[in-house]
């Protein structure tokens, strides 16, 4: 369905507001939820280079995205910093007429002051940076490349002294794995600005071995915080915020809750993913995406890619973390995975 001023709504009402971009399948490290060496090892085929979407298509696209309701981008991958010459990609989209937010997802193992330096002057205003763990052994355990926690602190002080500050920084939770450094970690950022966000291990792709124990729930995380540090509410940011928002009540900040497999969001969700090669999906989970990357190829107008792109929003009517909810298992189909799709 669309309206009068051509935003689009899907089966389910919701707009489409958020365009993520994988700029890359690869990426330096192999944490075993995302990409488990066994499955992306030597001679694991990534996407030749001709294959990914050049800047000038990627930004072609963000500007056939906004007219119909897309306001923030999220630049994500694989590793996206392995993506020569990124900062000339944000400055290409921070042109994007109607763009109001570009973000970027890291491990932050490439951000030199340097490269921080470059993409904020390029635009970039906001990082949001991966670390699983405060403890070096369990940290270089889950990338599996053995990369230290002190280089990506070293990545976060980068971005804050090149004003991409405050800094979100992820921590998937799997119980039995790293949910012992949930409270070293809360220490770790209590008193800076930055938040951490315990993110629900889900059961992304068909190689992570996903299993419903362990997961640790997002109460659960927020009890052990709060044990040691009370916390209250903070009411979100904007309507279908995906994280809940929580604070000390000392005053030392904030952390954020995101219960992808307990309390799914999918009655607000207005996300698209562009993977790498220039396919649109509609859902994190879906198993099969809509080539963009041929229709621009095929030199295909505005207006004919506009239309397709109306088409395949006004159709969706993704819900699948939901429907897994119900069954408390992985719903049986093939899966994108996430270095892949893009998280
Ligand atoms: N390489 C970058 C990074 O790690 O920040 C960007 C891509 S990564 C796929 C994006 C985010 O997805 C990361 O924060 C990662 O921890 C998260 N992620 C990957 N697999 C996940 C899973 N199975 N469950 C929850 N989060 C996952
Ligand atoms: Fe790489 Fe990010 Fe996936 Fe880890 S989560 S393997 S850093 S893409
Ligand atoms: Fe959105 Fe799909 Fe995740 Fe539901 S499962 S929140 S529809 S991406």
């Known amino acids: 369905m669309t309206t009068t001023d051509a935003t689009v709504t899907d089966q389910l009402q919701r707009p489409l507001r958020d365009l993520r971009v994988s700029l890359t399948d690869r ?11 066994a499955l992306f090892g030597a001679n694991h085929a990534f996407m030749p280079r001709r294959e990914l979407l050049t800047f000038e298509e990627i930004q072609r696209l ?33 042109e994007v007429e109607g763009i109001e937010d570009i973000s970027l997802t ?31 052994a369990t940290f270089r355990a889950m990338n599996d490349v053995g990369f230290p926690v002190a280089r990506v602190l070293e990545g976060i002080e980068n971005a804050e002294r090149a004003g991409l500050s405050p800094i979100k920084v992820n921590m998937v939770v799997q119980r039995g794995v790293n949910d012992h450094d949930i409270v070293p970690m809360a220490a770790h950022f209590r008193g800076t600005p930055h938040i951490v966000r315990f993110i629900e291990f889900m059961d992304v792709g068909n190689s992570n071995g996903w299993q419903l124990d362990q997961v640790l729930p997002s109460r659960e995380v927020m009890a052990r915080i709060d044990a040691h540090w009370p916390l ?9 915020e995906v994280v809940a928002r929580y604070r000390y009540r000392d005053g030392a900040g904030e952390v954020g809750l995101i219960s992808s497999v307990s309390q799914p969001f999918c009655g607000t969700c207005s996300r698209a993913r562009l993977s790498a090669e220039g396919k649109l ?50 719903v049986d189909t093939r899966r994108i995975e996430m270095s892949y799709i893009g998280g």
């Not at 981008?73 to 910093?81: D, K, M, S």
């Not at 030199?112 to 991966?130: F, Q």
């Not at 999906?281 to 030199?299: I, N, S, W």
């Open 27 to 37: 990426c330096n490290f192999r944490c075993g939820y995302c990409m488990p060496k």
């Open 62 to 94: 963000a500007r056939l995205f906004t007219p119909l309701g897309v306001r923030k981008l999220r630049l994500t991958g694989g590793e996206p910093l392995i993506r020569r010459d990124l900062d000339r990609l944000i400055g290409m989209l921070a």
């Open 106 to 136: 890291t491990n932050a193992s490439l951000l030199t002051i340097d490269k921080a330096r470059a993409l904020r002057a390029a635009g970039l205003k906001r990082v949001t940076i991966s670390l699983d763990g405060i403890d070096d």
């Open 232 to 240: 209250e509410p903070v009411s979100p940011n904007y309507r279908g």
């Open 281 to 330: 999906f509609t859902c994190l989970f879906a198993g099969a995406g809509h080539d963009l990357r041929d229709r621009l190829r095929a030199g295909e107008s505005d207006e004919a890619i506009r239309e397709a792109l109306i088409n395949i929003w006004s159709r969706r009517g993704d819900r699948y973390s939901e429907l897994r909810t119900h069954e408390t298992r992985p």
